[in-house]
């Protein structure tokens, strides 16, 4: 058995998997279904530049002013949350729009913080107790 010590250090690796949350048909359109299949993009595609704007393409809304709507609440409120908790970390540049979720997420690219909480997080503020009953089933991250 290997010893740790100075100069012997071994690091043990920790793998991260990802749960995506399941979104019923009934709750797509709603803020908790698109905040968590927002959720869902991010965690799983790394090529994902706008998680939000995404999930909002992909929710059941009748017609275009309404998801135009309910994108620009669901991007203020996401990007109020991630300026609250991120901006010693996020290093926008001065002129970035910060009031933009792709803003938030491109900086997140480097690693120094994880938007995915922040998207978690607001999901199971708006979440229902109901939603639970008809299926929602929240997103999460294992060891």
Known sequence: MAEQGPGNR?????????????V???????????????????????KSTD?????????????PAIRASTHQMLEQVATSRAAARWTMHAALPATAPRHLWATWQHAAKNGAFDLWPTLADL?????????NLIGLTPGHHTH
Do not use: C
Not at 10 to 22: D, I, L, N, R
Not at 34 to 42: K, M, R
Not at 51 to 63: C, D, K, M, V
């Open 10 to 22: 071994f690091e043990e690796e920790v793998t991260m998997s990802y749960t995506p949350a399941v």
């Open 24 to 46: 019923p048909t009934d709750l797509q359109g709603t803020s908790t279904g698109i905040l968590w299949t927002a959720a869902n993009i991010l965690a799983n595609d790394p």
């Open 51 to 63: 998680a939000l704007a995404e999930a909002i393409t992909q929710a059941r809304h009748p017609g």
């Open 123 to 131: 999901a199971a503020r708006y979440q229902g107790e109901s939603d």
